[in-house]
């Protein structure tokens, strides 16, 4: 009599050959994205004036319209999906991570009720044609291709940065600056000290890890200069994540092969998180007196006050993404501002809050399921001794962006160079993720032993 048993096998190998790839396409799919990503870093205006009346303008014109910048952006997405079209090889990514999609589509509904729809609308499709260039990329040169990209468009743009201090004026904030904080701080070819700060940071985390991977003495030279253009920023916030997040990676690629102690890892980052706010409700005088002067902190706190105060108002479905902050006249911001300086404030220096008081605690929730709880599930489960090149990186800039987000607005944020990062290193983790060696079970049949037949003398 037969019975059943389960038996754990790896997956069979496989015999077809697989289908000769054009390297060429391949190549040229991988250049296209690591051009555009070299546009969003250096921008249409590198080492921009700050004077009052740019500053401004800057935010009187911030619509959303900047047509050649949709122009460009349509047209890469164009070039690869021509490129997608044509290539005779498999996708090496499918894309199936729908609760981005879901919320894309969320926020499309939201600008239906946003003071200015075409805007808000406008400022939608932006996020979707560079998301779609992300995943897009992803689809045809796969995660590791694209994270040697972002690697190699952060490296150049250190270069830049570091050539340009000594014969660009410009690439330090003049003594000109109307806040006097940002006087003498680096900032490279970026708008802000504060930008340079964290994609330099990032690029300090990403240039580390690769040094540890590769054990190539040139991403140490590289990931040195990076930590000292942080210094030079005077980026508080970008200089201590660097420190923290690094320890935080060294302990997570030390326990690639260990689920339950990630998890505990990944628990008491979730403990900080909750801390930060903890910290803020029992302190909140302290906190407010420290963060509300503009000199300080671009005065977060009192920043803060007018999308919450917003909220109070208006608790259920927010003011349309991207429709509380600079959208003329008609801003639902400028009902709630209480001094000057935040009719320039573009965000809500807080990506969290961003989210909530446009989109609604729906969407906030749609954000924390998509870029917190999700990929912490991928972090969690899906690291291993053989993917850690590809996991630690997207780990460390993961873990960056969320923290950042407390402080800054980074998600969803037009093509900022912090959300394009961000978008890689989720891009790069979701594939790595779905590409995990996995135990395949099998069913067999046991055969019972038949009884033997007593012999006959």
């Known amino acids: 009599m037969a019975s059943l048993a389960w038996q754990r096998s790896a997956p069979p190998e496989v015999k077809a050959s697989q289908p000769r790839e054009s390297k060429r396409l391949i190549l040229t799919a991988q250049i296209f994205y690591f051009v555009f990503l070299m546009m969003v870093f250096i921008g249409q205006r590198p080492f921009a004036e700050r004077t009052q009346e740019e500053l401004v303008e800057l935010a009187a014109n911030n619509d959303g319209g900047d047509l050649f910048k949709q122009a460009l952006f349509i047209g890469f997405a164009l070039l690869l999906t021509g490129v997608q079209i044509i290539r005779k090889h498999p996708p090496r990514y499918k894309f199936s991570y729908w609760p981005v999609v879901i919320m894309l589509a969320w926020f499309c509904v939201t600008c239906t009720w946003g ?83 964290a994609v330099m940071a990032l690029c300090f985390m990403v240039t580390v890890n690769a040094w540890i991977d590769t054990k190539k ?158 990929p912490a599930w991928w972090f969690l489960t899906g690291t291993t001794r053989e993917n850690q090149k590809l996991m630690v990186p997207a780990f460390a800039i993961w873990v960056f962006v969320l923290y950042q987000n407390l402080l800054e607005t980074s998600f969803f944020d037009k093509d900022r160079q912090v959300w394009v990062i961000f978008l890689a290193a989720i891009a790069t983790a979701h594939a790595t993720y779905k590409a995990r060696p996995r135990r395949v079970w099998n069913r067999r049949f046991l055969q019972s032993p038949q009884p033997q037949e007593p012999a006959h003398g």
Request: proline share 5%.
């Open 115 to 197: 003071v200015d729809p075409f805007v808000s609308f406008k400022r939608v499709m932006q996020q979707i044609i560079v998301i779609y260039i992300t995943f897009c990329t992803l689809s045809m040169i796969g995660p590791e291709r694209l994270m040697q990209s972002l690697r190699s468009a952060l490296i150049l743009s250190l270069i830049i940065c570091w050539v340009s201090l000594p014969i660009i004026p410009a690439a330090v904030h003049p003594p000109s600056e109307n806040d006097r904080a940002l006087v003498g701080a680096w900032r490279g070819f970026f708008f802000h000290k504060n930008i340079a700060g």
């Open 217 to 374: 003495w040139i991403y140490a030279l590289w990931s040195l200069m990076a930590f000292v253009f942080v210094v030079g920023t005077k980026s508080k916030t970008s200089l201590a994540l660097s420190f923290a997040i690094l320890m935080v990676c060294a302990i997570y690629r030390a326990l690639s092969d260990s689920t339950q102690k990630r998890a505990v890892l990944l628990l008491m980052l979730a403990l900080g998180m909750v801390g930060v706010l903890w910290l803020y409700v029992a302190y909140q005088p302290v906190v407010e007196r420290i963060f509300a002067d503009p000199t300080s902190f671009t005065g977060r706190v009192s920043i803060w006050h007018v999308p919450l105060a917003y909220l109070e108002d208006h608790p259920f479905l927010g003011a349309g993404f991207g429709g509380f902050w600079q959208v003329g006249d008609l801003s639902p911001s400028r009902d709630y501002i209480n001094q000057v300086f935040q009719l320039r404030t573009a965000h809500s220096h807080n990506g969290y809050l961003e989210i909530w008081v446009t989109t609604g605690p729906l969407g906030l929730v749609m954000l924390l399921l998509s870029f917190v709880a999700l």
